[in-house]
């Protein structure tokens, strides 16, 4: 079952969502020692970003920083979800850099992919048991678009179908620019221990009742494994007619 919260307005959203994240990484360290945490670009994250570097430096200690997809750009370019990133929490946050893993936009979509998919079963533990395998992240953040895409999974795109033993997958043909990114398959998606997603505005209402009513390759979102999700958007976005 999907857990929905609204909060009055996106800033209350951020805040809500920085503290949501503390404590699951806090859990995360006490049940495991290490925290994976996974997070998405797009407007909506940002001050949720911002908000968490300002957590108590004890809260970010052994946190692995992954990142759920990425445009096929240089790091220090507008479009990267990286310098969203850095110019937010890594700015203030005292994260060790070799905690830091980057998807590398600049090699291109396939050998990005390949090299993230290398790092991700290198580093973060499978889901168990599991035949397929797959890396189990701790928590991912997720913004929604307002055709109901995750990540730089996109309604009806092949990447859907890619398979449960699929990590890391390019795509070429964003019908967003630019149109060659990386991302984390369905697969590594549903198989994490939490999926956060945050959505503001009215733009992203329709999305929202989407993603909650039946699941569709039309609407990436609902395809989500719903036990494992979080919901918190702000009253603009929440569903019609859910309690305000």
Known sequence: MTRLTTCPDAESVAQRAAAHIVRQLRQAKEQRGVAHLALSGGTTPGRTYEL?????????VDVELWFADERCVPPQDDDSNYLLVA???????????????RMEGEAGPYEGAR???????????????????????DLIVLGIGPDGHVASLFPGA??????EDAICLGVEDSP???PQRITLSLAVLRAARECLLLATDTSKADAISAMLGEPSRHVPA???RRERLTVIVDDAAAPEGFPR
Do not use: N
């Open 158 to 163: 092949a990447t859907l179908d890619a398979g």
């Open 176 to 178: 967003k620019p630019p």
């Open 87 to 101: 110019q937010t929490l890594l700015a203030s946050a005292k994260i060790a850099p070799e905690r830091v893993h």
């Open 52 to 60: 968490l570097g300002g957590a108590e430096p004890d809260d970010l």
């Open 115 to 137: 090299r993230y998919a290398e790092a991700l079963v290198q580093h973060v533990p499978a889901e168990s048991p599991s035949p397929a395998s797959l890396p189990m992240l």
């Open 222 to 224: 609902s395809l989500l």
